[in-house]
């Protein structure tokens, strides 16, 4: 948190699979730089990609801009959009019982920034004693409540 603008990082976005997968693209890239440069810079290439790329939202109060992104390779891709006043911030259980169990998404808690407009998606996660701490900091920073849906 920089004065008025808030970064929260989200998730990855390459599941744990494909990470491991990136890993070993760099590993290989590493070998095949004496013998094939091209093939190596490419190999690491996309796997830096692989690898570094995640999710996340940055919010500037003072302006009240809303910016949802996608980094890669530490570049941030995404359209900041003006909200007007934010009221309050609140998350909701999306775990759905469904026949005898329970099914489980990937994401259980989503957390919405709402204003007079619409939802802002802020943010995404599995469990809510890490998801939880976040809002109320979101919230003392934008002096607003969080309440749970």
């Not at 095949?32 to 109060?61: F, M, Q, R, T, W």
């Not at 949802?68 to 909701?92: C, M, N, W």
């Not at 759905?96 to 943010?123: C, T």
């Amino acid at each position: 948190m920089r004065g008025n603008i808030i970064d929260i990082k989200g998730p990855k976005v390459f599941a744990i699979p494909f990470r491991f997968f990136g890993i070993i693209l760099i590993i290989v890239g590493f070998f095949y730089i004496k013998s094939h440069p091209v093939i190596g810079l490419l190999n690491s290439v996309a796997a830096l990609i692989v690898l570094l790329s995640y999710e996340g939202v940055v919010i500037d109060k003072k302006d009240k801009i809303i910016k949802r992104y996608t980094s890669i390779l530490l570049l941030r891709f995404g359209k900041p959009e003006q909200y007007t006043v934010a009221d309050h911030i609140f998350y909701v259980d999306t775990e759905k019982p469904e026949g005898k169990g329970i099914i489980k998404p990937k994401n259980r808690y989503v957390a919405y920034l709402h204003s007079s407009r619409e939802n802002f998606l802020l943010l995404k996660d599995t469990e809510l004693k890490t998801l939880l701490p976040n809002l109320e900091i979101l919230g003392k920073f934008l002096n607003i409540n969080v309440r749970k849906l």
